[in-house]
């Protein structure tokens, strides 16, 4: 893994010029200060990562002067997770968390999205910290990194010659501190250290005895580190560290790492010995809502050491998707959409502090515009040779601050003279209902359904602008599973006068609809939301039928029988956008096709293999179809980690026979309702 490995258990190593754990190691104890310095002058640079350390647990430690070794940084909340419902997302959690940290970037780019051992930074993507230092040839940067969880070293394991020493403390936090100390004093340049006891002591609350006594241990082991600078610094007064305490993800008020999107769980800190110009929010409380993200990041970090190392890329080579902190220019919000014509990205930013530089837009390094100081929005034309989803990554460049962004689009190729999409005639075949949701109440224009709240006293739904252009322009249907009956009933049930799903006669069935989620996709949690089913969806194993909404804005599909499943997986929504949903199940082919269409992650399709104790089963509780529900109207109620909330439906169709992809992708493209057909 590097050009020295020490992946050493505490204790061990002492070969490598180490004192064993346990040793007083120079300038420690009874032994005097080294007044001579090992190692090189210039800059240095320190990174602390304290697991389970919440921001307002050091806000409140260094209030009440319980960490006294801290007290001279200046700390900051700021946020992790990257953007809900964007290609940014990632799990709350120590491993994507600590890969940000290495790599300034989201999981999108460093690939790492759980805690799991077999989880690899994409060092082609995203090289670390450490080989973006070791790129500074003149330099010859001494690098380590001293770990107390045993996951961390491995993130690394695919990246060679990047680290002088890699120790692994095999969660022993005084093995953190005691060889971190004797890198310092023997003259390493960039370190990352990483602390696990308040992670594990997390687990008794955060108002524990075992909590708080954690943090404060913890806190003493990084002020003997500051101890060691302190003395190299008085030694030499060229040698400038940067130091920087943080933690990888927030935690939620039980102490737990849920992995959520919830600002307890995205809220990190970002602690300082400098002042650093972009760094906003010193001193201040977290906020409670999406003005969190307005703040530094912990993609900065990264970046940020880098600059002050002199090994921060030049804007045609910046990927990180934070900046460096040290800039007078505070960059913040870089965000990517596609266009209306869907042959441009449109991106927008903020900035604050220093604007009277022009501002630069670059993609895949290239300069492809110059704007005005000050500006915050660009429209970038793409042109590409034919339809399919393409990739790119932009870098804003404003004076100092560089930030970096992956952004994708589902391109549609304009295709003059000829005249646009236009929606297949042959879908009025087979067509049994069909449900425009202009209006309320809906009406099926085929007379062979009802739709209605779930209950009589439930809430009847909304109507809001379906957003689509005109002439296409009409009304939507939003159910709100937050506004519910006594009982907590909610969401919507059509109920078929002969349900496809088990009607002998009906030999495959295709249902289709247009779907919004709200713009963070809320619902898109780990443990899932409803779409549509009419099925128990407390387990996919129920019998019956179901879409379900889950984290990063996944769309998946799933059929059981009561014991036995089917699932088709990994289909992605753009949060806030509308995209058209359809499941095609064969049911004598026994087959099940799902399709999300959407206007940045193009078109997906899948095709997995039922059973026929499956298709027996497709009718599931015989209810109906849940819209925002599950087939009890009590899903919400029951999985109340899975958060209600608001989900648009337009043009709703159900037919009783297999739709062609040609025909589905008619619907898509042309944006236009099955209304307009003869």
């Not at 697991?51 to 307002?56: F, S």
């Not at 790492?112 to 330099?139: E, G, Y």
């Not at 008085?234 to 849920?258: Q, R």
């Not at 030049?314 to 959409?337: C, E, I, M």
Request: proline share 5%.
């Amino acid at each position: 893994m590097c050009a020295l490995l020490l992946l050493t258990a505490c204790g061990g190593g002492s070969g490598n010029g180490f004192s064993p754990i346990g040793t007083p190691s120079p300038g420690s104890g009874s032994n005097p200060a080294p007044t001579v310095n090992q190692g090189k002058s210039g800059p240095k640079a320190l990174v602390v990562e304290i697991d389970g350390l919440t921001h307002a647990a050091l806000r409140d430690a260094m209030a009440q002067n319980k960490v006294p070794a801290l007290q001279s940084l200046r700390v900051a909340p700021a946020w992790t997770g990257g953007a809900n419902g964007t290609l940014s997302e990632q799990r709350t959690t120590d491993g994507p968390g600590w890969a940000t940290l290495l790599t300034g970037t989201w999981a999108q780019r460093h690939g790492v999205r759980w805690d799991t051992n077999d989880q690899r930074i994409d060092v082609k993507l995203a090289p670390s910290v450490f080989a973006l230092a070791r790129q500074n040839k003149t330099a010859a940067y001494k690098t380590a990194s001293v770990t107390a969880s045993a996951l961390y070293p491995l993130l690394l394991s695919n990246e060679t010659g990047t680290l002088d020493s890699a120790i692994d403390c095999a969660g022993s936090d005084t093995c953190v501190t005691d060889r971190t100390a004797q890198l310092i004093e023997t003259g390493y340049d960039l370190l990352v250290a990483q602390y696990g006891a308040p992670g594990a002591a997390a687990s008794s609350g955060l108002k524990s005895d075992a909590y708080q006594r954690a943090i404060a241990d913890t806190a003493a082991g990084v002020g003997q580190l500051l101890a060691r600078i302190a003395q190299r610094t008085t030694n030499d007064p060229k040698e400038d560290w940067l130091v920087i305490l943080t933690t990888s993800h927030g935690l939620d008020t039980f102490g737990g790492a849920t992995g959520l999107q919830d600002n307890d769980n995205k809220t990190i800190f970002i602690a300082s010995n400098k002042t650093l110009a972009a760094q906003a929010g010193v001193g201040m409380t977290a906020p409670a809502d999406a003005s969190l993200l307005a703040l530094s990041a912990a993609t900065d970090i990264a970046p940020t050491v880098l600059r002050h190392l002199g090994a921060l890329p030049a804007a045609a080579d910046y990927r990180f998707n934070g900046q460096a902190l040290q800039a007078a220019t505070s960059l913040r919000g870089l965000s990517a959409k596609t266009g209306a014509d869907k042959r441009s990205i449109e991106l927008s930013w903020t900035l604050a502090g220093t604007t009277t530089a022009p501002v630069q837009v670059l993609r895949d390094g290239k300069l492809v515009a110059t704007l005005p100081a000050g500006s915050t929005a660009y429209v970038d034309p793409i042109v590409a040779e034919s339809d399919g989803v393409y990739a790119y990554l932009y870098t804003v460049v404003a004076g100092e601050a560089s930030v970096a962004l992956s952004a994708q689009i589902a391109y549609v190729k304009p295709v003059p003279p000829e005249p646009p999409v236009t929606l297949a005639p042959t879908l009025v075949n087979g067509l049994v209902n069909y449900y425009p949701l202009h209006v309320l109440s809906a009406v099926d224009e085929k007379r062979a359904s009802t739709l209605a709240p779930c209950a009589a006293d439930a809430n009847g739904g909304t109507l809001v602008d379906d957003g689509f252009p005109a002439p296409n322009k009409a009304k939507a249907l939003r159910v709100d599973s937050t506004v519910k009956n006594a009982s907590g009933t909610a969401g919507y049930r059509l109920v078929q006068n002969s349900d496809v799903t088990t009607n002998p006669a009906v030999t495959a069935f295709t249902i289709g609809f247009w779907m919004r989620t709200d713009n963070t996709c809320s619902q898109g949690v780990s443990n899932g939301g409803t779409v549509i089913g009419n099925k128990n969806y407390t387990t996919g194993g129920n019998a019956g039928l179901a879409i379900g909404l889950f984290g990063s804005c996944e769309i998946r599909f799933n059929v059981g029988t009561g014991s036995a499943r089917a699932d088709s997986n990994g289909y992605s929504l753009s949060a806030g956008q509308w995209a058209y949903v359809a499941v095609v199940i064969d049911k004598a082919a026994l087959t099940m096709k799902g399709y999300v269409m959407d206007p940045v992650r193009g078109i997906q399709t899948n095709s997995t293999a039922i059973t026929s104790a499956l298709v027996d089963k497709l009718g599931g509780l015989g209810n109906g179809l849940g819209l925002n529900e599950d087939g009890t109207g009590l899903y919400y109620q029951r999985e109340t980690s899975s958060p209600r909330g608001a989900m648009d439906f337009d043009d709703f169709a159900i037919w009783n026979r297999s739709l062609t992809n040609d025909e589905l992708t008619s619907i898509f493209k042309s944006g236009t309702p099955l209304s307009t057909l003869p």
